[in-house]
């Protein structure tokens, strides 16, 4: 057996019939999409077998774009769940066939329950059509397998339709990365979105600062106490002049200068880049990264220039945030 054919030709299957799903949609998607978006409750996804699982990656999806949902187990439903619905809900039926007892049994009472159901399924004739409110009625599909029978094309058309229905309904809403990041505060997106700079500065009262006019030796003490790789240069209000890296002290040691003799105004570097406190975390690390020549340090101040701490590079990924 040729493996990379055999996977080649599943695919290929699979993204034929796919396209065949795209091209029979009609008007009745649409009356899904606004009957969901107008839900005053949940969407209820409700699944048996295959279907079942398909069900759940869409309910979690719709979830994690702020629609409100959960899923609903066909045998769990005929043993009391159904009265974690109510009349505000919504039920997406999925069934290939339209005929899975489980899901049938459910309709009558969901229809005495005052419940819309929209129907999923490639059979327009069946039980779950009848029953269901609205309905989007896929195409019969070849499935992938070698005998046909296991479900596969059909299953992924089905999650794509309740993808492209999250999606769209969710755009319909005007949801925002920041409302993404809310409902995903342990993701590597979260973070991003979440973290401001002022959560991830290492010990604000020790951020290490001198004196405009201050000997260099005197700087160079409090870098190697705090270890920041800096020290930022401040006036007497707290306002912040300039930086003096490590590598500022290394060029001028390079160049043979004694720097027991001079200030720290001959040295720092006048207006450097800073962040605003409230930014951000990952805009501090693009102000570090994205440039020609990297930068391992950025100061963090008030809308008066007034030092808040000092952020370096690895503070920043420390606290799980990257480019």
Do not use: Q, W
Not at 185 to 210: C, M, R, Y
């Amino acid at each position: 057996m040729d493996i990379l054919k055999e996977i080649h030709k599943v695919f290929d299957i699979e993204i034929s019939e796919l396209k065949k799903v795209d091209e029979s949609l009609d008007e009745s998607v649409t009356d899904v999409i606004h009957a969901i978006n107008d839900c005053e409750g949940k969407v209820i996804l409700c699944g048996m077998g295959k279907s079942g699982h398909i069900a759940r990656k869409i309910s979690a999806s719709m979830s994690s774009m702020g629609i409100p949902s959960y899923v609903l187990h066909p045998s769990e439903a005929l043993h009391g769940d159904l009265g974690s619905l109510t009349k505000a809900d919504i039920v997406i039926m999925l069934s290939n066939s339209g005929e899975s007892a489980e899901i049938c049994s459910l309709l009558p009472n969901l229809r005495i329950m005052g419940i819309r159901v929209i129907a999923v399924t490639s059979n327009s004739d069946s039980t779950l059509v009848k029953y269901a409110d609205y309905k989007i009625i896929l195409p019969k599909t070849n499935e992938a397998g070698a005998l046909g029978l296991a479900p596969t094309s059909s299953t992924t058309a089905m999650l794509v339709i309740g993808d492209a229905i999250a999606v769209v309904v969710s755009k319909m809403r005007d949801f925002k990365k920041e409302n993404f990041a809310l409902y995903h505060p342990a993701g590597s997106l979260g973070h991003k979105l979440i973290t401001k700079v002022d959560d991830v500065v290492p010990d604000k009262n020790n951020t290490p600062k001198i004196l405009t006019h201050s000997r260099m030796a005197d700087a160079i003490i409090i870098m190697c106490k705090t270890g920041m790789g800096a020290v930022l240069v401040v006036n007497s209000e707290d306002i912040l002049e300039g930086i003096i890296t490590d590598g500022d002290l290394k060029r001028y040691l390079k160049d043979g200068i004694d720097l027991n003799h001079i200030s720290v105004n001959e040295v720092m570097t006048v207006k450097p880049i800073c962040i605003r406190s409230g930014e951000l975390a990952v805009n501090a690390l693009r102000l570090m990264e994205n440039r020609e020549k990297k930068i391992h340090v950025v100061p963090v101040v008030d809308s008066e220039n007034r030092v808040v701490g000092l952020v370096r590079n690895h503070d920043v990924i420390n606290a799980g945030i990257f480019l």
